[in-house]
């Protein structure tokens, strides 16, 4: 059996090199293909392999006292999904060029949004009504498949432009609302977050575990509606088999959550039932 793991941990690490070649020994002895980025706040990764090889991993992190205590998002899947292992050294772990705008900790970031559990979030909602407004911490690509009820979709296809978007883009209207951010595994709401504080809005919340954790938890019977954009070789994923298609075929204008990549450039991706992707698209 095999299976993908996702997960990430901001954590001060001062040795960026030796933990790279550690997370390549290791990940190469147990035959694991994926990315793993190593930055001075930490590591984000997306790791497939056989669910043996999977367990160990994740017991060799928790035994090293930097990465102990991480959550893992588990998927299906396997190395199929993924060409090759990928272990590298950025100077972010999410390319946000907002480096200097975070504060990282043991414990994590320290200047971020207010953590909210999937059945928190459902609470504030029920206790704020509309007032709430769902912020979408992804490009806009990722949310043409799935999304919350009624989310903001930022005008961005790359990190970077987050930074413009929260400063003119729809989002800067709501300033003194509650903003819920949310993002594929949670990681980018980490910084997002601390990006809208840094900005003056006055109540920041991050969905934590991301979509990944929600979808674990309520599927497609709570306010998530669609299917979630993956970053390997599946393109997409449901929750369960009531999972909606919500974006709309580029040629002949069905329902579909099917994505074509005809550039290999992945902010370029286009929206394209099965039966119309076997047309070449110019």
Known sequence: MQKIILFYKFVPIS???????????????LGLKGRILISPHGINATLGGDLKQLKYYTREMNSHSLFDGITYKWSEGGLKHFPKL????????????????????????????????????????????DDVIFYDGRNMYEAQIGKFKNAVIPNTTTSRDFKEDLEHGEISKFKDKPIVTYCTGGIRCEILSAMMINRGYSEVYQLDGGIAK????YADDGLWEGKLFVFDDRMSMGFSDKAKDIATCETCGTKTSNLVN?????????????????????
């Open 15 to 29: 040795d960026t090199e030796t933990i790279m070649f550690w997370q390549r020994t290791l990940c190469e002895k």
């Open 86 to 129: 990928k272990v590298k050294i950025k100077q972010e772990i999410v390319a946000f060029d907002a480096a200097d705008e975070i504060i990282v900790g043991k414990n994590g970031i320290q200047n971020g949004g207010k953590h909210l559990k999937p059945a928190a979030l459902h609470k504030l909602v029920q206790e704020k009504g």
């Open 214 to 217: 929600y979808g674990e938890k």
């Open 262 to 282: 005809s550039s290999n450039i992945r902010r370029k991706l286009h929206v394209v039932c099965q039966d119309c992707a076997k047309i070449p698209i110019k």
